[in-house]
T-cell receptor, first 112, second 114 residues
Framework: DAKTTQPPSMDCAEGRAANLPCNHS???????VYWYRQIHSQGPQYIIH???NNETNEMASLIITEDRKSSTLILPHATLRDTAVYYC?????????????FGTGTLLAVQP | SAVISQKPSRDICQRGTSLTIQCQVD?????MFWYRQQPGQSLTLIAT?????????ESGFVIDKFPISRPNLTFSTLTVSNMSPEDSSIYLC???????????FGPGTRLTVT
């Protein structure tokens, strides 16, 4: 699976959009981009995933560049409860193992 | 979504002893995984627990140190054997969701070895 690069930390004002970048320049054609987050002392939580089109759900939006070498997770109206470590993971879909390999992630601190 | 419970939620153990962590899921799942999260670090995959066969271990993890059982599609155990302080971590159970693209995580077991 391709590796990802994320900034170690970011700040965001409460109520504003949080834009979390991720670079995955070695992504291959059958690999998806997944986002998970881990709130302190809890297990990771699935947020969203995508292949090449932009995706949106009730939690966030995922914007993937046309060349698929980078993506941005957008939390449209960040709240204090969104303070967490956000992990961008590239993984091929299906197959025998379906395992997730975590990188170092981005610590998002939402400020009041 | 799958609801995952782990027992114990936390424990303090003496070096040289072993601890077995249980993972129970409220529905049958194909894939179960065990992760370790050392203090201040990201998650590291230990192994994939296979129902009816031996677990598949990641590089750096061995069966003698982390034996895993998976007797059915809703339950798995991870044993941390002959513990040392370096084994102090949070151990998390994870399962692959019904649609395969989503993976759910348990609340974790916080282990401290003294």
């Amino acid at each position: 699976d391709a590796k990802t690069t994320q900034p170690p930390s970011m700040d965001c004002a409460e109520g504003r959009a949080a834009n979390l970048p991720c670079n995955h320049s070695t992504i291959s054609g059958n690999e998806y981009v997944y986002w998970y987050r881990q709130i302190h002392s809890q297990g990771p939580q699935y947020i969203i995933h995508g292949l090449k089109n932009n995706e949106t759900n009730e939690m966030a939006s995922l914007i993937i560049t046309e060349d698929r070498k980078s993506s941005t997770l957008i939390l449209p109206h960040a709240t204090l409860r969104d303070t967490a470590v956000y992990y961008c993971i590239v993984r091929s879909y299906g197959g025998a193992t379906n395992k997730l390999i975590f990188g170092t992630g981005t610590l998002l601190a939402v400020q009041p | 979504s799958a609801v995952i419970s782990q027992k114990p939620s936390r424990d303090i153990c003496q070096r040289g002893t072993s601890l077995t962590i249980q993972c129970q899921v409220d529905s049958q799942v194909t894939m179960m995984f065990w992760y370790r999260q050392q203090p201040g670090q990201s998650l590291t995959l230990i192994a994939t627990a296979n129902q009816g066969s031996e677990a598949t271990y990641e590089s750096g993890f061995v069966i003698d140190k982390f034996p895993i059982s998976r007797p059915n599609l809703t339950f798995s155990t991870l044993t941390v054997s002959n513990m040392s302080p370096e084994d102090s971590s949070i151990y998390l159970c994870s399962v692959a969701g019904k649609n395969s693209y989503e993976q759910y995580f348990g609340p974790g077991t916080r282990l401290t070895v003294t």
